[in-house]
Each structure stands twice: as structure tokens, then as C-alpha cells.
């Protein structure tokens, strides 16, 4: 049974800054695409980002230079470090868990979590 748990959501002044985790368990790809998506209220999901098997990152155009997501190979939590945050980055985020490829709408298909929610006035 796939969990994803994540934490580090909350409210933050535009410029400021949040790191959200991502704890999976019980996850048995043999290869993992693994990363973040963000969905606004009246909005369509959008992939943050993403770390796939070969470790190649993708980043949404939208974020490049402000957030920096990574990988903890230990315990296998996936962080998401955002930084210069904006009013526009307000969304419920997930942390999603696939089989690759981390390509186009990936986490569409993918396992994920409960979410959590960031807001930035």
C-alpha cells in the first residue's frame, strides 16, 4: 500500500520561503518517478517538479530558479525547497510517486498524497 505523506505547507508572506517533505512507504517501483504537483481552486493540476529514475530533474517553467527540489537516497523523503515565493505559487501541493518516465502529465497516472496547502499573500 503506497503512502505519501507530506508536511511543510502554510502561509507566507510573497518572498519568503517554505520546504515541503514527502515521505513515501510501501512503494514497490522497480524505477520511480517522483515530485511534486500544485492545483489552485478552478485550476488545472500543474506539475512543480520532478525527479525521474535516471535523476534527471524537470522544473516547471514557472518556478525554475526559486525552487529546488531533492532527495534524501536514505529514507527516500523527497524535499521541495521554494523560495521567493509568490502570491501565484497558492495551491494545495502533492507529492506523487510513479513509474516513469517523468514525462508530460506523469501525475495524472501517479500515486500520491493528501496534500499539503500553501499560501502566499
Known amino acids: 500500500h503506497v503512502q505519501l505523506v507530506e508536511s511543510g505547507g502554510g502561509s507566507v508572506q510573497a518572498g519568503g520561503s517554505l520546504r515541503l517533505s514527502c515521505a513515501p512507504s510501501?512503494?514497490?517501483?522497480?524505477?520511480?518517478?517522483i515530485g511534486w504537483f500544485r492545483q489552485a481552486p478552478g485550476e488545472e493540476r500543474e506539475e512543480v517538479a520532478s525527479?525521474?529514475?535516471?535523476?534527471?530533474?524537470r522544473y516547471a517553467d514557472s518556478v525554475k530558479g526559486r525552487f529546488t527540489i531533492s532527495q534524501d537516497i536514505a529514507n527516500k523523503t523527497v524535499y521541495l525547497q521554494m523560495d521567493s515565493l509568490k502570491p501565484d505559487d497558492t495551491a494545495m501541493y502533492y507529492c506523487?510517486?510513479?513509474?516513469?518516465?517523468?514525462?508530460?502529465?506523469?501525475?495524472?497516472?501517479?500515486?500520491r498524497g493528501q496534500g499539503t496547502q500553501v499560501t502566499v499573500s
Open positions: 506523487a510517486a510513479s513509474n516513469p518516465p517523468c514525462a508530460g502529465t506523469w501525475y495524472r497516472r501517479a500515486d
Open positions: 510501501g512503494l514497490t517501483y522497480r524505477r520511480i518517478c
Open positions: 525527479i525521474g529514475s535516471d535523476a534527471r530533474i
